[in-house]
Each structure stands twice: as C-alpha cells, then as structure tokens.
C-alpha cells in the first residue's frame, strides 16, 4: 500500500518499500537477520545501532562515503540540490588542488551529477539515506559518526557550525562581533547567531567582508581551510588573526585554541565539501605486458614446483614433525630447520607449511607430546594427478582466512606470531584475495599491473576497511593497513602457488574463478610436465632424475637413496645407511637389483651393485628384541667382539647364552646404538619374526581442515529473504493494524509496539473457535518453553485437545500452538494478510 504523505521517521519510510526492496536491504545488511526482525519498527531500531552503521559504512566505496559525509555536513532535512552543490561546488574550482580523476570542471562536475543517483540509491537501499528528494536525511547514528568534532576529524576537514562553536560564548561577545563584521545588533543569541551564520553563507556579502581583510588574514584562512580547521593561537594573537577573531571568521574552542566556522569554509572551498570528490574508481594500470602463453608457462611450472614443495614438505614431515608450541604453532628453531630442508626462506616455508595446514593435509596428531603430522587426506591428495593437486591447495588458499605473511610480527599483546600458530586469522583475507584476482581478470591476458594502482583501487573500494596493527618488518610504503598488506601478500603468494606467472593472471587461474576446478585442471595439465618412469644410474653411486618422477618410483628411489641437489633435475646418492632404510623397509637384495635394472636407462654401475650385496649381508645377522631388549646372533664371535668394544658401554649388555646378549635399554636405543657401532642389526617380533619399519607412516586422526573465521554473518540466500521479509510484513501487520475490542463492537487503534493482546482463557476459547468457524485472521500473543514472548497473526483451523492448529503468517507454514500459552487475542479489523 503506498503512502500518500512524506515519511517522517525511518520505520515509515521502510513500511513503504515493497519486499524486492525490503530484501535488498537484509541482504546488503546481513547483522540485521540475527536474529529475524519482529516487525518493521524493531528492523528500523536495529538499523540504527551503532556497530550496524558501521558495518554498513565499513563497505562503501570511496564516492558512495563522501556523499554520506557530505549529507552529514549538510543542514538536517537537505535537498538533492544542496547535497549536489556540496560535492560540485557552487563556484567552481579554485586551483587549490586536483580536480576529481584530472578532468577539467565542467566534466568532473558531469561525472558527479550523474554518478549521484546511483550513490544516493545505494545509500536508500542500505537504509543510510531515507526520505524523498526534498527532504533527504542521514541516519542520526551515521551523522553523529560522520559530522566534523574535535575528537573525530571528518575527511572533509571541516569543523563545526557557527551554532555549535558558539555555544557557550557569551551575549556581549556575540554582539561584538556582530559589530565588528558590520551587522546590526540583535536583542537575543539565536538571531545573533543566526545572523552571523547568515552572513557566511551568503555569498556577495561575504566576498565584500574578505575584500577588506588583510593578505596576511587571507593566508592564516588559506592554512585553515581545507582542514584541520584547528589552530593555535597566543595569548597575544598577531593582528591578521585578532581581525579573523573580531569578525567571528575564527571562533575561540579554548584559551589558545580557535577554530573555522563551516559556514566560511565552506565559502572559502565555492560550496564543496571534499576538496577531490572521486566519483569513479582509479583504474588499475599495467606495468607490463606478456606473451600469454609465456605467462601460462612460467605459472603451469610454478604450480608444479608448489604441488612438489608441500609433498616435499610432507614426506619430512612423515614420520613425525617438529613439536608443537605450548602456545600453539611451530617453533622458530623448528621452522629454521623446515626452511633449510626444502631450501627456500623461511617466510616461504611458513607458507608452504600454512597452505598444507589450510588444506587439511596438515595438522596435530593430538598425542600427549603433540607434534605436526599429514593428515589421512594427505595420502588421497598423492594419489591425485598433479593438476588436481594444484587445484585442491589452489582452492584452499582462496577460501582461507589464515594470514601468512602476518608471520613473524606481533599481536595486539605484543606477543610474537609463529607459523601454524592462532591467531593468524583475518576475516577480510578471503575477499580480498578474490578481489586482487578479480582485477587482475579484468585485464588483457598477460598483463601485469602495476601494484601501487591495485591498492588504490582497493581503498577506492573500502575505504574505512582494513585499519589494524603497523606492518612487521619493512611493510611497503602506503600499505600499514590490514587489506593493503594482504593484497600485497595476495600478488606475491599468487606467484609462488602458480596463480598467476611473470606478475599476470594465468589462463588455468581464470579458468579456476570462472568455470570452476574441473576446468582449470583440464586447462593446467597439458602444461605440467608428464611423470618419468626412469633414472640415470652413474658409477659415483648416484642416480639422476631427469625430470619429474612417477610416483611408485620416487617412493621407492627415496627409501633407497638420498636427496643430494634439486633443480631441473634431482640427484640422488647412494649409502649405507640408505640402503640399510630399504632393507629395513622388507626389500631384498634381490629386489634391489631388480629396481633399479628396470628403471635405469643406463647399465647398475658395478660400485653400487657390491654396496647393496655388501650392506644386504650383514643386515639383520644381529637380531634386537624385549628383554628390556635383547641381542642374538648365531656367530658368538660377532657377540664377543660387542661385548669387547668399550662403544657398548652404554647399552648394560650382559650375556645370556653362547649366542644371546640382554641389554638394560629399550630395543629402539639399542637398534641405533648398535647402528652407530658400525653393525646392521634387525628388529624382531616376540615370534622371532624379523619386523618391518616402513618410513612416513605416522598419521594424525582424521582430521577436517580448519574452518574460516567468517567476517560478519553469511548473506543469506533467496529462501531465507523471502520467509525473513514475509514475517517481518505479518509481525508488522500484527503490531499495526487496527484491531477489534474483545466484544467486536468497534475498532481500537494499535498496540504499543511489542505490547501482547491480553484476553481471558474463556475470551482467547471463544475468539479462535468462532475464527477457525469463520476462516478470519487472529493477533494473538504467545509466549514460548523458554519464556520468549511475541506477537503473531495466524489463521486457526482446528480447535481440540487443549491446542489451535493454524497457518501462522508470521512464520509462512501450518504450526499448532498450546491454548495455556496465548496471552490473548484480538481479531484483526480489515482483511489484511489477504
């Protein structure tokens, strides 16, 4: 139902919308659905909290908040002509600075008008801004946010009224000035006030004031004018200030503090209230230009050196990983260690290990000395092709709220943040992420942009967003804000995960944000180099790995040998102490040679055949058991000469039989001190079994990767608007609408919002059995088993057994409700939940 007359207040003026634009604003304003509104009156309250405007506030964009602080500054009702004038000026630019985007007047002052409505819409639709044209006014909680006062500057770097600077002079200070800037005398403050206000805006007499003002008054105005509007003085003020004071163009704050009316302000600035309004956003600027398919190359190998560097990271991990923290995280020793293995830095290493972590591939193993472990999704990812793999760390790295890069700096108690640790969530990580890459979509293929114009446009976007602690370190300059430092962080960690190659967005990436995983893994896999199935055996006992590995065989090659270099190509060495790892993992000699006959390109170099011969017949002539741990062996000369060496000291051997020794440590100490003797002992089962030690095969629980921490509630979707619109309409309707006395003889008027009908038992009987007979709508209020109370309009259907089954509009479905829980009734007067 339309109004016929202007709102006066916000409710009325949200009662009026239709539900598209009821729905609009729960999904621009999420915080106000928690919990779902009763009623239009409660939605309009919640509205104007506090901690809801600044929500909202918080995501405007640069020109959408200049127009809310330019209302703020405007009188209370404005028309869009004086909000208009404020971002335009009345006069023109003064060439005291850049006009908005570099264009001259007339076409910065085009772009403004017509970028306005759009602006003025959004800030309607967040219900910021209501009223009509003529009468447009800002939330008071936005306004007492936004207005110019000592204690919160406004951007606009005005002050306060001439009202508000002079309200607690005295009468006789008021008429001398009054004097003094030419005006008639007045009988009382208000019109004194109200006069000098008069004067300042308007324009011919105040032109003919400052053409009698000294240069140097008009130079202490210049300093002042587009703010701060503050200045201090002495308690002997120089002569061009003593006339500013006299004529009330500096008006005293303190004994040595005086301040400029907004009021000549805004005079001195020809009407604007910013002195570079930015209607449109800055645009994001190239800094090169490359060879898409150069860019798609460099990031297709870059995602495959990431896949590898976290399996990498994983395999040393496998068995065990660094402890963890009292505090939570991995320690600075532990981290050192982890940089140094996988070769990189350790702000790299951090972030390997945090996009591990993010991915669910990583977590504690929730032992009473809890270290890092993989994850059993560890063991599915393996198994992936390497596209997939790029894909599921790629996918998770979007999504997570985790902040690497706030690695190494502190908290807010000053304490240090470690990698894995937690509290390096940061809500606004995820959107602003998407938004870097958006950017970077939206330009040509192979285009780098220039860093600085993305964190411009991303201010542009939120400017009151991303406010936290200083930047650890050496953060860039104009990056100390929380969003500028993760879009920083965004660019370079794209590069190192493969997202974008040479600085520009990769084709599989745009494929990734665009169709989804399936596609970008169909776009990334030509580009990843395919898996070998061979080395290169060399007579120095080592073992080159021309390119990447098939994965049987690098599992294999890892248990046999050790890593040596990495680059384009892996080398591998061969030794004792690495063949003893294979044997000790259930291979033979035999299948040794076997290995590596079938997967060497070249012939088994004869140094590394005897190595394996060698090393296969002495592993396991001593055999390590539980006594607390014991020796056997079947030449009672190898026992004697254990006995003999003063190494085995430590271990209290002590003989049992002629080919049996006991020792007083457990059988792992006595497997590694017999190792370090120089023998190849094996451990055995209670059955004389020899067991098996496979490598990397501890493994945390099943684990969920961690959740992001959400910033502000989700947006809801269509269903949730819909029902959420639907009852704030029926809660209204139920606090609104007339409604009949309990006789039914004639009308009453509404309610006082969240006041319940209150009837007897007898009456709220006889009322919902007469409404179920006749098919009418109830109001009726209802108090729950937790003792909530509201109000709801319903239509009963059935009466019986002590209960009212009926179709509650409020809620939009069929409910039954206990008659002993219905304060009461009343019928409504008009059809209006038709």
Not at 814 to 830: F, K, M, S
């Amino acid at each position: 139902m339309g109004m016929t007359t202007p709102p006066r207040t916000l409710a009325e003026a949200l009662r009026a919308r239709d539900d598209e634009s009821l729905a609009g604003l729960l999904r621009a304003r999420p915080d106000l659905l928690n919990p779902v509104p009763g009623d239009i009156t409660q939605l309009a309250t919640r509205a104007g909290t506090r901690a809801s405007v600044v929500r909202a506030l918080e995501h405007l964009d640069k020109f959408t908040l200049q127009t809310a602080e330019a209302l703020a500054v405007a009188p209370d009702p404005a028309p869009y002509g004086t909000l208009l004038g404020l971002l335009t000026g009345d006069g023109g630019h003064d060439g005291t600075g850049p006009d908005c985007d570099g264009r001259s007047d007339g076409d910065a002052d085009a772009v403004i008008t017509d970028a306005l409505p759009g602006t003025l819409a959004t800030l309607r639709e967040q219900a910021l801004v209501w009223g009509e044209d003529d009468r447009l006014r800002l939330v008071r909680t936005a306004r007492e946010l936004l207005a110019p006062s000592p204690q919160h500057p406004s951007p606009t770097g005005l002050g306060p009224t001439v009202a508000e600077a002079t309200s607690g002079m005295s009468p006789g200070r008021l008429q001398e000035i009054l004097a003094a800037a030419g005006l008639p005398a007045t009988h009382d403050p208000v019109s004194a006030v109200a006069s000098l206000a008069g004067l300042f805006t308007d324009r011919a007499r105040m032109a003919e004031l400052l053409d009698t003002a000294p240069a140097e008054a008009l130079s202490v105005l210049d300093r002042l004018v587009w703010g701060p509007p503050y200045g201090e003085i002495t308690p002997n003020p120089t002569p061009p200030v003593r006339w500013l004071r006299d004529r009330g163009l500096l008006l005293p704050v303190s004994t040595r503090t005086v301040v400029l009316p907004r009021e000549a302000a805004l005079h001195l600035r020809a009407g604007r209230a910013h002195r570079v309004p930015e209607p449109r956003p800055p645009a994001v600027e190239a800094v090169a230009r490359r060879d898409p398919q150069a860019v798609d190359s460099a990031a297709a190998g870059q995602a495959f050196l990431a896949v590898s560097t976290v399996e990498e990271l994983l395999k040393n991990w496998n068995g065990g990983g660094p402890p963890i923290l009292r505090a939570g995280g991995l320690g600075v020793r532990d981290l050192k260690r982890t940089a140094t293995a996988l070769e990189v830095p350790e702000p790299v290493a951090a972030f390997w290990a945090e996009t591990a972590y993010a991915a669910g591939l990583l977590a504690s193993d929730g032992e009473a000395d809890e270290r890092y472990a993989p994850t059993p999704a560890y063991d599915d990812w393996a198994e992936l092709p390497a596209q997939e793999r790029w894909v599921a760390l790629a996918t998770a790295w979007l999504a997570a709220t985790r902040t690497p890069g706030l690695i190494g700096g502190q908290d807010a108690k000053g304490r240090a943040l470690s990698a894995l640790g937690p509290e390096l969530d940061r809500s606004a990580a995820p959107e602003v992420r998407h938004r870097v890459l958006a950017l970077l979509a939206a330009l040509e293929p192979g285009t780098a942009p220039d860093p600085e114009t993305v964190l411009a446009r991303l201010r542009w976007e939120r400017p009151l967003r991303g406010a936290g602690p200083a930047a650890p370190g050496g953060a860039p300059e104009g990056a100390s804000d929380l969003r500028s430092r993760i879009a920083l962080w965004t660019l370079n960690e794209s590069e190192l995960l493969g997202i974008t190659g040479r600085g520009a967005l990769a084709a599989h990436t745009r494929a990734l944000l665009d169709s989804g995983p399936a596609e970008a893994a169909a776009l990334l896999a030509p580009l990843i180099p395919e898996p070998l199935d061979h080395v290169l055996l060399q007579a120095d006992l080592t073992a080159v790995a021309p390119g990447p590995l098939e994965r049987p065989l690098a599992d294999m090659l890892s248990a046999l040998a050790d890593i040596e270099s990495k680059g384009g190509a892996t080398v591998y060495r061969f030794t004792p102490g690495s063949v003893r790892r294979a044997l000790d993992a259930g291979q033979s000699a035999a299948d040794l040679h076997a290995f590596l006959a079938a997967h060497s390109r070249t012939p088994v170099p004869q140094p590394l055949s005897y190595l394996i011969d060698d090393v296969a017949r002495r592993h396991g002539h001593l055999r390590i058991g539980a006594a607390s741990s014991y020796v056997r062996c079947d030449d009672e000369a190898v026992l004697n000469e254990i006995l003999a060496d003063r190494r085995s000291v430590t271990l209290r051997l002590r003989r049992l039989a002629p080919t049996a020794l006991a020792a007083q440590v457990d059988p792992a100490s006595l497997l590694d001190g017999l190792r370090e003797m120089g023998y190849a002992p094996a451990a055995e089962s209670a059955d004389g079994d020899v067991l098996i030690t496979r490598a990397g095969a501890r493994r945390t629980p099943p684990r969920t990767p961690p959740v992001p921490v959400p910033e502000g509630p989700p947006v809801p979707d269509g269903t949730l608007l819909g029902a959420a619109v639907r009852a704030i309409r029926a809660g209204d309707t139920a606090a609104t609408v007339a409604r009949k006395d309990t006789a039914g003889t004639s009308d009453t008027p509404a309610a006082p919002p969240g006041s319940l009908p209150r009837t007897t038992s007898a009456e709220t009987l006889a009322t919902v059995q007469a409404a179920a007979l006749t098919g009418s709508a109830l109001w009726i209020g209802y108090v729950n088993a937790d003792g909530a109370a509201s109000q709801r309009v319903i239509a009963p259907v059935r009466v019986e057994g002590g209960f009212v089954t009926a179709y509650d509009h409020t809620a939009d479905e069929i409910r039954t409700y206990p008659l002993h829980r219905i304060t009461g009734v009343a019928e409504l007067a008009d059809d209006t939940t038709a």
